[in-house]
């Protein structure tokens, strides 16, 4: 599937239902990367729960995490040579099944990019323990790039991805109609 030098990734991330920002991203990284060849695979880490169980520590977070793990590292066989892609959590236990992501393909010299939705990273990592802190940094340490929805979010990866590695990717929704029409010509939403 891929090559040593290959550009394609490997896209590991939730894709909807249910929708929420990483999910709806997830899905638009996947077509555009597919519509110029370049995805090596995909690993769906979407929970089919109500969103409000992200982020906690479960029996069934726990098996997802698991058997997510397991898949990335089948993944990462099926192919060789592909960059992994990952967005990254800003909470404990989410981030810890995202080092497990980021240090096997580390691990196997891959390229990877890592993509933050969000502006709490920088508290967290600050916050965190000594020991969360090192894995954080091992994880993150030789990322190819750090991507952030706006200027304002490079610094929640100051310290831990080079600034000139460090890029704006800001979300993106489709295009809706900006009237519907109705019978008499008057538009609205």
């Known amino acids: 599937m891929g090559r040593p030098d290959s550009p394609q990734l490997l896209v590991v991330g939730p894709t909807p239902p249910p929708a929420h920002g990483v999910s ?13 060849g ?4 995909h690993l769906d880490t979407k929970d089919p729960r109500p969103i409000d169980t992200v982020g906690r520590l ?5 098996w ?40 096997s393909a580390r691990a196997r010299r891959r390229r990877r990019i890592v993509h933050l939705h969000g502006g709490y990273f920088g508290t967290f990592y600050r916050e965190s323990g000594r020991l969360m802190r090192l894995v954080i940094r091992a ?9 952030v929805l706006t200027d304002n979010l490079r610094s929640e990866l100051a310290g831990l991805v080079p600034p000139q590695r460090i890029q704006v990717l800001e ?12 019978g008499n010509g008057a538009g609205g939403l």
């Open 24 to 36: 709806v991203m997830t899905q638009h990284l996947l077509d555009a990367l597919a519509a110029g």
């Open 38 to 41: 370049l995805v090596a695979g």
């Open 58 to 62: 479960d029996l069934m977070n726990v």
């Open 64 to 103: 997802l995490g698991i058997s997510h793990g397991i898949a990335f590292q089948r993944a990462l066989s099926r192919a060789p040579g592909a960059g992994v892609y990952v967005p990254i959590s800003q909470g404990t236990w989410g981030f810890l099944r995202d080092s497990v992501f980021l240090l």
């Open 139 to 147: 994880a993150l340490r030789g990322a190819e790039q750090g991507w």
């Open 171 to 182: 979300n993106a929704v489709e295009d809706v109609p900006a009237t519907t029409r109705s």
